[in-house]
């Protein structure tokens, strides 16, 4: 009869100490994960904006596939118009498709925890997503030279009005233009203008004038967005105002480190409207505000009054960046010089966009309304007059000319807009604006944000265009799109948000699971270990003890651990003198 091999207690119990000691490494590995987080430090690592992160250079060069498509309003009854037999008839047509490429140059880390940088924009014609050929394509629209500097002078006094339309009517020039497409985009040339850019060649340095040409004429704008360590120190000013020098040292230790100021400044952003926040604008071409919309500096006598949150530029964004862990309850003010103002946006749902979680943004539905008694489109109003409900006026980055913007087909506007021209038809699955986020990441997955260029007419001391007295005629609208991220990003995004988590917790789960069956079967092993025989026999402890609870593979290895030794120990026996 073959009797069973043990191993002596002191043998054991080394064994004992070795499994135990293995379990609660397991369950110390475990804890460290939950801790540390490897998946938000690789996160944070990747996606901060640094000096050569991945985040700051995909940023200098977005990858990204950015469409312009352009729809051109054609007028296809301006005779009966003119003769007061009909109401405004526009034809749609279109879309003619600009591919826009952005690279933000003399990308600067400044000393006080913001960046700098010129954003220099290009589009290049699409023909194989376009319509038609722009430069061949004709189109009947209003001359926006002579109504516009016929209605800017109405603004003035009714005298330049006259004097105006004086000297506008020896040049014989006609209401409305038949050209092509491109030349209304990217300009003709208008004997006004030509004359203006001749007199005024500081403020008119065009000799053109298209509408395209003028909504993306950039310039080079330096711009200055706050970086998270910006944020802080201003966090870290506003609490040292807020309190007196006895509470200084008790507070310095409880919100200056990086989590509380990081915290605070969450906590601000829901009490606030106008929070600055991490990647927000600082300065544009040196001032935290719009000059054109009445901002002055700071150290101006009036500027407690005359700067709003209408005018003021801080807090809002540039559009291709947002700040992490966007929230539900978050209002963004979106700012490109085309537009002329901040446009707001306001989460409207959530969902899945190539498989990834994502937030749905909207262009607010009083994005572009002005009352004089509120403080954020106060601004907007010229004179205690303020344009109808859907119309944002862009007369000040125009030259005055009387020219509005809007959502596509006067979306979202007063309905009198829509109804005084046929051939509009808004719907908001054509029309509306809208931002696609990822929300930890604060990055615009897609986006379509469309607008519509009108040209204002007010030209009641000229007989001969009575009909287009207090008229919006839409010119064109155009859609900026970012259709999707590219492969390589989205890749990132899933890796980073939705498998490495689970990846994470798992490891987590098993890692505990692990060490609790470890320490379990060395709890039974010690309770074995004091019965009479004090024996070890690690067949038994293995293969009868809390180890069957492991996944199978690592319990077989386990198991021809226990065989293994029974081996050895079996050979020392027979081998001893």
């Known amino acids: 009869m073959t009797t069973t091999p043990v191993i002596p207690l002191d043998a054991g119990r080394k064994r004992i100490v070795r499994l135990g000691f293995l379990g609660m490494l397991f369950i110390v590995l475990g804890c460290v994960i939950v801790v540390l987080n490897p998946t938000d430090l690789v996160v944070n690592n990747m996606l901060s904006m640094n000096e050569g992160s991945y985040l700051h250079r995909l940023w200098k060069k977005p990858p990204l596939e950015v469409f312009i498509s352009i729809y051109v309003f054609n007028v296809t009854n301006a005779d009966a118009f003119m003769r007061g037999k009909e109401k405004m008839k526009v034809e749609e047509l279109g879309p003619y498709v600009y591919q826009e490429f952005l690279e933000n140059h003399n990308s600067t880390f400044n000393a006080n925890g913001t960046l700098s940088f010129t954003p220099i924009r290009r589009q290049v014609f699409v023909p194989e997503r376009s319509v038609g050929d722009p430069r061949h394509d004709l189109i009947i629209v209003p001359n926006i030279a002579y109504l516009g500097v016929a209605s800017a002078a109405y603004r003035m006094s009714a005298w330049a009005s006259i004097a105006v339309a004086a000297a506008l009517k020896p040049l014989g020039m006609s209401p409305f233009l038949n050209i092509t497409v491109h030349d209304l985009l990217w300009g003709y040339e208008d004997p006004l203008v030509q004359v203006a850019s001749t007199l005024l060649p500081n403020i008119i340095h065009f000799k053109k004038i298209g509408i395209l040409d003028r909504m993306f004429d950039d310039g080079f704008d330096t711009v200055t967005i706050n970086l998270p360590e910006a944020v802080q120190k201003l966090r870290k000013t506003k609490i040292v105002a807020d309190v007196s020098e006895e509470e200084l040292d008790s507070v310095e230790e409880e919100y200056f480190a990086g989590d509380a100021l990081q915290i605070a400044a969450e906590e601000e952003a829901e009490e606030t409207d106008d929070p600055i926040r991490n990647y927000s604008i600082d300065l544009w071409n040196g001032s935290p505000g719009l000059a054109h919309w009445g901002y002055v500096g700071k150290d101006h006598w009036d500027a407690e009054r005359r700067n709003t949150p209408c005018n003021t530029l801080q807090g809002s964004y540039d559009g291709t960046v947002f700040p992490r862990n966007i929230s539900k309850t978050e209002i963004f003010k979106v700012y490109r010089k085309a537009f002329c103002r901040t446009l707001p946006i306001a989460f409207e749902r959530e969902g899945m966009h190539d498989g ?39 007369s000040p980055c125009w030259y ?37 986020m990822q929300p930890q990441l604060g990055i615009p997955m897609t986006a379509s944000i469309r607008v519509q260029i009108n040209l204002l007419t007010n030209v009641k001391f000229i007989s001969d265009l009575k009909p287009l007295d207090k008229t919006v005629i839409p010119l064109i609208w155009a859609q900026m799109e970012v259709e999707k991220l590219t492969p390589d990003i989205v890749m990132l995004l899933h890796l980073l948000f939705d498998i490495a988590p689970y990846l994470q917790t798992g490891c987590v789960y098993l890692l505990s699971l692990l060490g609790v069956s470890l320490l379990a079967t060395t709890a039974l092993m010690l309770l074995y270990s004091r019965h009479a025989t004090l024996e070890y026999d690690p067949r038994k402890s293995i293969r009868y003890s809390t180890v069957s609870m492991i996944p199978f593979p690592l319990r077989k290895e386990l198991e021809k651990y226990g065989e293994a030794e029974i081996r050895r120990e079996a050979l020392l026996i027979e081998n001893e003198p």
């Open 356 to 394: 990834i979680k994502a937030y749905w943004f909207s262009i607010q539905e009083n994005a572009f309304e002005s009352s004089v008694d509120d403080p954020y489109t106060s601004c907007y109003c010229r004179n205690g007059n303020c344009l109808p409900k859907g119309l944002g006026d862009l």
């Open 400 to 436: 005055n000319i009387p020219v509005a913007v809007s959502l596509p087909h006067f979306y979202k506007g007063d309905p009198a807009l829509s109804e005084a021209i046929e051939g509009l038809s808004p719907k908001k699955e054509l029309h509306d604006a809208i931002i696609i």
